[in-house]
């Protein structure tokens, strides 16, 4: 009993570790993008029209709403929604890792997916809360009892996912469909997949149902479907930033076939110069519009060998229960359907790939708690996750220092009727996204409307310079 008592008090004093680096990352972060609107008079203007004509995205763009504008709720939900996602991972891997395994996995995120969704508020309210939401579904359809409580809360989480993000929605419907093809095979969970069913199919509707969907000149509209360019996404953007970006998790995964094969055989070894070709490829921020089809074309072929490779490993093996392989194969499949409506839609970007990064690192872990992998201690992971914690938020920090300096100095320019200023970079732009939009463009105005600077007033963007900050 105290031995159990001493776990659940370490469990929360980590939880509240995570969420204390989250508090601060939260409240460090910076307006941009879509956030100078959300914010400001173009924020209200939405809200009043419903958000018809603009998306579907009900609950994402109210969460918006609300922490561009209010501190305390931004820090609940932006630490609560982050820590959340940590925890279900947990849950949902049977607690096989401590939370701090997760947390790194978060932190070691390719930093183009990371400035637009944890270093992004706009991308937070709606790529990070559907991620939590979907874990949530998963946990309570996977892992509880049916029962009218789970069932209750299941049509409900599933319902309340599909106003985040567009992909989501649809593959939300197709996962819960097959899960209750599933359940009525096995004659078990039926009422949870029916429930998980009809509250994403009526979310989906409602979604879909927003006028933005329909016009022609929208950039949601259903004219941006275009099958045409299946080969072509497929070859670049979709491949790149699904797979090839994900250089870490690659490495990881091709260890664990070494591993899974016994160090021996061929099917052992031929990840790993894949692995290595493509962690080579990131780190000289080598990417496809520098390459030639048939380069890519090439890299398709390294991709899908992988990808059997490992598949077929898991299959394979012995050292994996059944169960494992079945949770493997779901997690890896639902990153997959997530992703797939990107190879004949657009807008598609790093933001989309949170949710499919997640359910990848489940993937990883499930087979790492299987197979004989020797795995660094806790206490080195601790002193990862506490030294790229402190390194984020370091980071951070100094751009919000920046930040405050230089939205000052603009103002004070202007006060004293200058009428062209000098606007410089932010130190670590990386973090987020279109910190410093090129001055005359829509975001550009924004961010001078939302600090009451004429429009009129020309920014003269330079590159950031600690000395002439110092000099202020």
Same mark, same amino acid.
């Given at each position: 009993?105290?031995?159990?008592?001493?776990?659940?008090?370490?469990?929360?004093?980590?939880?509240?570790?995570?969420? +204390?680096?989250?508090?601060? @990352?939260?409240?460090?972060?910076?307006?941009?993008?879509?956030?100078?609107?959300?914010?400001?008079?173009?924020?209200?203007?939405?809200?009043?029209?419903?958000?018809?004509?603009?998306?579907?995205?009900?609950?994402?763009?109210?969460?918006?709403?609300?922490?561009?504008?209010?501190?305390? %709720?931004?820090?609940?939900?932006?630490?609560?929604?982050?820590?959340?996602?940590?925890?279900?991972?947990?849950?949902?891997?049977?607690?096989?890792? %401590?939370?701090?395994?997760?947390?790194?996995?978060?932190?070691?995120?390719?930093?183009?997916?990371?400035?637009?969704?944890?270093?992004?508020?706009?991308?937070?309210?709606?790529?990070?809360?559907?991620?939590?939401?979907?874990?949530? #579904?998963?946990?309570?359809?996977?892992?509880?009892?049916?029962?009218?409580?789970?069932?209750?809360?299941?049509?409900?989480?599933?319902?309340?996912?599909?106003?985040?993000?567009?992909?989501?929605? @649809?593959?939300?419907?197709?996962?819960?469909?097959?899960?209750?093809?599933?359940?009525?095979?096995?004659?078990?969970?039926?009422?949870?997949?029916?429930?998980?069913? &009809?509250?994403?199919?009526?979310?989906? @509707? %409602?979604?879909?149902?927003?006028?933005?969907?329909?016009?022609?000149?929208?950039?949601?509209?259903?004219?941006?479907?275009?099958?045409?360019?299946?080969?072509?996404? !497929?070859?670049?953007?979709?491949?790149?930033?699904?797979?090839?970006?994900?250089?870490?998790?690659? #490495?990881?995964?091709?260890?664990?076939?070494?591993?899974?094969?016994?160090?021996?055989?061929?099917?052992?070894?031929?990840?790993?110069?894949?692995?290595?070709?493509?962690?080579?490829?990131? !780190?000289?921020?080598?990417?496809?519009?520098?390459?030639?089809?048939?380069?890519?074309?090439?890299?398709?072929?390294?991709?899908?060998?992988?990808?059997?490779?490992?598949?077929?490993?898991?299959?394979?093996?012995?050292?994996?229960?059944?169960? /494992?392989?079945?949770?493997?194969?779901?997690?890896?499949?639902?990153?997959?359907?997530?992703?797939?409506?990107?190879?004949?839609?657009?807008?598609?970007?790093?933001?989309?790939?949170?949710?499919?990064?997640?359910?990848?690192? !489940?993937?990883?872990?499930?087979?790492? /708690? +299987?197979?004989?992998?020797?795995?660094?201690?806790?206490?080195?992971?601790?002193?990862?996750?506490?030294?790229?914690?402190?390194?984020?938020?370091?980071?951070?920090?100094?751009?919000?220092?920046?930040?405050?300096?230089? @939205?000052?100095?603009?103002?004070?320019? #202007?006060?004293?009727?200058?009428?062209? &200023?000098?606007?410089?970079?932010?130190?670590?732009?990386? !973090?987020?996204?279109?910190?410093?939009?090129?001055?005359? +463009?829509?975001?550009?105005?924004?961010?001078?409307?939302?600090?009451?600077?004429?429009?009129?007033?020309?920014?003269?963007?330079?590159?950031?310079?600690?000395?002439?900050?110092?000099?202020?």
């Amino acid at each position: 009993m105290i031995k159990n008592n001493n776990k659940s008090l370490n469990l929360v004093i980590e939880l509240l570790l995570i969420f +204390s680096v989250y508090l601060i @990352i939260g409240r460090l972060l910076i307006h941009s993008g879509d956030d100078w609107a959300w914010g400001g008079e173009i924020g209200i203007q939405r809200l009043q029209t419903g958000f018809d004509n603009y998306n579907g995205r009900y609950i994402g763009n109210i969460i918006e709403m609300i922490i561009t504008r209010n501190m305390f %709720l931004r820090l609940f939900f932006y630490a609560g929604i982050n820590t959340g996602i940590i925890f279900l991972s947990y849950k949902l891997l049977d607690k096989k890792f %401590l939370p701090r395994y997760y947390f790194l996995a978060l932190l070691l995120i390719p930093i183009d997916i990371y400035k637009q969704t944890f270093g992004w508020l706009a991308g937070f309210a709606n790529y990070n809360v559907s991620t939590f939401f979907i874990l949530l #579904v998963f946990y309570l359809v996977i892992k509880c009892e049916s029962n009218l409580t789970s069932t209750i809360l299941i049509s409900i989480s599933a319902f309340v996912s599909q106003f985040f993000v567009e992909n989501v929605s @649809i593959a939300n419907v197709l996962l819960a469909a097959i899960g209750l093809i599933i359940a009525l095979r096995n004659k078990e969970k039926i009422i949870s997949c029916l429930a998980w069913l &009809v509250g994403s199919g009526l979310g989906l @509707i %409602l979604m879909f149902m927003n006028t933005a969907y329909h016009a022609q000149d929208n950039m949601r509209g259903i004219s941006n479907v275009n099958i045409n360019n299946f080969t072509s996404t !497929l070859l670049t953007s979709w491949s790149e930033l699904f797979v090839k970006e994900n250089a870490l998790l690659l #490495v990881a995964f091709s260890i664990v076939i070494y591993f899974l094969n016994n160090k021996k055989g061929f099917l052992a070894f031929l990840p790993i110069p894949i692995a290595t070709y493509f962690a080579i490829r990131y !780190l000289f921020n080598i990417s496809y519009p520098t390459q030639s089809i048939l380069t890519l074309a090439v890299e398709l072929i390294f991709i899908l060998v992988f990808l059997f490779t490992l598949i077929f490993t898991v299959f394979k093996s012995s050292e994996i229960t059944s169960k /494992s392989k079945s949770i493997f194969y779901f997690y890896l499949f639902s990153a997959v359907i997530l992703l797939g409506p990107f190879l004949v839609l657009t807008p598609f970007g790093p933001r989309n790939i949170l949710t499919s990064y997640v359910l990848l690192v !489940l993937c990883l872990f499930e087979l790492l /708690s +299987s197979a004989r992998i020797p795995m660094p201690s806790s206490k080195i992971i601790s002193l990862l996750t506490i030294t790229l914690s402190i390194v984020f938020i370091s980071l951070h920090l100094t751009n919000k220092i920046a930040e405050n300096k230089r @939205i000052t100095a603009l103002k004070n320019d #202007v006060s004293n009727g200058m009428t062209e &200023v000098v606007f410089e970079r932010l130190p670590y732009e990386f !973090l987020g996204h279109d910190l410093t939009p090129l001055d005359g +463009s829509v975001q550009s105005n924004r961010q001078k409307m939302y600090h009451n600077i004429p429009k009129e007033v020309k920014f003269n963007i330079t590159e950031y310079k600690a000395s002439s900050r110092l000099k202020r």
